[in-house]
């Protein structure tokens, strides 16, 4: 990476920018033709989804704190609940910190929610959407049928461990046999989250592509949870080769338990010394009025095209990483 001016170049090949377009242009398609909404939302807003690991890009502008949005998420759920219907959108969000082979601070995202929908039929319609996507980019990746494992059997499976039902301690203990770490985390999601980062997704979605489905209720962000098991939440990831590629919810659409979740979440940002953060009152006001049932969910366009051109990073099919902005 440079930051010398002379870098003036795209750091992606010019057919790359024609693959991005002819990408873009399936998605809308595919979205049309099954009746959703596209819809542009701002990036920059007073408020911001508070999230204990998501740090976003603040400013201040005209007196006002303002933030760039870490995902689109408030103002759709805004607009469902001012009775859009279905929606979607292609859009850029942006993460404090984020830099890397799989990460840029600002980074494409495809988001969308099915009113009415249960996150059961969005894991059918994702795969088809990433389906889909493979076949018009002419890419043989997919071929196999998609997969699903539920987080509890993720663990098992790979790690030899119930994340349910261990205990913090035992969760330390197994961080502290396995990974060697020094500085062992102290809250559990961390625990669980550091354990899924080095000894689970590394096996992901190599043979296939994978769900992962039922994430612990303590993960479930925005997220509804069970009604047979109020462990976990109605929640779910796909993986293609290691790589996390979305996040899908059956969205929350209790205003209490949002007030909860965020007050959870502030506090969890203040134990990890974050900066505190407003959160979206005016999501919660929407809330208030009435979220109709819906489920979405958040898709990584930058990861997927480059999974589907088998490049080696993202600077591979970004116009203009970081490094180069």
């Known amino acids: 990476m440079s930051d010398s001016a002379a870098d003036w170049r795209p750091s992606c090949a010019v057919e790359m920018l024609r693959k991005r377009a002819r990408l873009r242009h399936l998605i809308r398609n595919f979205f049309d033709e099954r009746g959703y909404l596209e819809v542009d939302t701002p990036v920059l807003s007073r408020d911001v989804v508070i999230d204990a690991h998501l740090d976003p890009i603040s400013s201040q502008i005209a007196g006002r704190q303002m933030y760039l949005q870490t995902s689109p998420e408030a103002f759709m759920k805004r607009m469902l609940a001012a009775g859009s219907g279905s929606i979607y959108q292609i859009t850029h969000s942006f993460r404090d910190g984020e830099c890397g082979l799989l990460h840029n601070p600002e980074f494409s995202i495809l988001e969308w929610y099915g009113e009415g929908t249960s996150w059961q039929e969005q894991i059918e319609l994702t795969e088809s959407l990433v389906r889909s996507s493979a076949a018009y980019m002419q890419s043989s990746l997919l071929t196999p049928p998609f997969e699903q494992l539920t987080y509890q059997n993720a663990f098992l499976n ?50 296939a592509p994978i769900f992962i489905t039922n994430y612990p209720a303590s993960q479930a962000a925005l997220a509804e949870l069970s009604a047979s098991d109020p462990n976990v939440a109605h929640r779910f990831e796909l993986y293609i080769g290691g790589i996390e590629i979305c996040n899908g919810y059956q969205e929350l659409t209790d205003a209490a338990e949002l007030q909860r979740r965020d007050q959870q979440q502030s506090q969890r940002r203040a134990n990890l010394q974050s900066a505190p953060l407003p959160g979206a009152p005016r999501l919660l006001s929407a809330m208030h009025t009435g979220l109709p049932a819906c489920s979405g969910v958040a898709l990584g366009l930058d990861r997927l095209l480059m999974l589907l051109t088998e490049g080696a990073n993202l600077d591979d099919v970004l116009p203009f990483p970081v490094d180069r902005a």
Request: charged letters at 30%.
């Open 158 to 207: 790979y790690v030899g461990i119930n994340p349910l039902a261990a205990s913090d301690e035992e969760l330390r203990n197994h961080v502290a046999r396995r990974l060697d770490a020094r500085n062992i985390p102290s809250d559990r999601d961390d625990l669980l989250n550091l354990l899924l980062a080095t000894e689970i997704e590394p096996h992901l979605g190599h043979d």
